[in-house]
Structure formats: structure tokens, C-alpha cells
């Protein structure tokens, strides 16, 4: 069954820091684009980071630029997102996705995503 299965999430205090993981499994994603995306309830999902299939496309949000860094190892399947200095705005439910083959491509949005994991609860207490 190929999946994407997140974890690291939980409640933090702000300025403090979690790391996010990703895992996939049943199949390789090496050749794909990789992202992390965030949603609030009543809010659209949004995209928060991303990582082309060699590491040499990276993007981040502005809102979370300078503060985050995502990476994916492609032997062990994974990407991670870690998230330093938080805020309150940062709570929401954090999903990781793959993206198209060979993409660099960042402005497609959630639809040009294909596979999601169930995601993981960041709560950010002030």
C-alpha cells in the first residue's frame, strides 16, 4: 500500500521548535517533488515547503521563511520540515505530499499534489 505517514507533531510553546517527518512507503518518490502544506479549520490548505527531487529547488512561504527547513533523504524515503522559533500562527494540521516527477514547480497549488498523508497536529500555545 503506498502512503504517506506523518509525525512529529504536537503542542509547543512559541519561539520553541518541532521537526516534522514524512515517511513514505510502498514505493520511491526519489524522482518527485516533495512539500509539506498546513490548513487551519475554515482556511484552504496552503502550501508551506518544498523540496524538487535532487534538493535543488527549495521553496518556503513567507510565512515561515528564515525559520524553516525542509530536507528529504531519498534512500530512506523521507522528507522532514523543521520549524524553529514558532508562533502562534503556526497552528494547524501539517500534511506532507508528493508532488510531479521532476517538478520545480511551486505555484500549482494542492491540486498539483497527488498523494497525502492524514497529517499532524502543530499547536503553538503563547
Known amino acids: 500500500q503506498v502512503q504517506l505517514v506523518e509525525s512529529g507533531g504536537g503542542l509547543v510553546q512559541a519561539g520553541g521548535s518541532l521537526r516534522l517527518s514524512c515517511a513514505a512507503s510502498?514505493?520511491?518518490?526519489?524522482?518527485?517533488?516533495m512539500a509539506w502544506f498546513r490548513q487551519v479549520p475554515g482556511k484552504e490548505r496552503v502550501l508551506v515547503a518544498g523540496?524538487?527531487?535532487?534538493?535543488?529547488?527549495?521553496y518556503y512561504a513567507d510565512a515561515v521563511k528564515g525559520r524553516s527547513t525542509i530536507s528529504r533523504d531519498n534512500v530512506k524515503n523521507t522528507v522532514d520540515l523543521q520549524m524553529n522559533h514558532l508562533k502562534s500562527e503556526d497552528t494547524a494540521v501539517y500534511y506532507c505530499?508528493?508532488?510531479?516527477?521532476?517538478?520545480?514547480?511551486?505555484?500549482?497549488?494542492?491540486?498539483?499534489?497527488?498523494?497525502w498523508g492524514r497529517g499532524t497536529q502543530v499547536t503553538v500555545s503563547s
Open positions: 523540496i524538487s527531487w535532487n534538493g535543488a529547488s527549495i
Open positions: 505530499a508528493v508532488g510531479l516527477e521532476y517538478s520545480d514547480e511551486w505555484s500549482v497549488g494542492p491540486a498539483g499534489f497527488g498523494l
Open positions: 510502498g514505493r520511491s518518490f526519489n524522482s518527485h517533488a
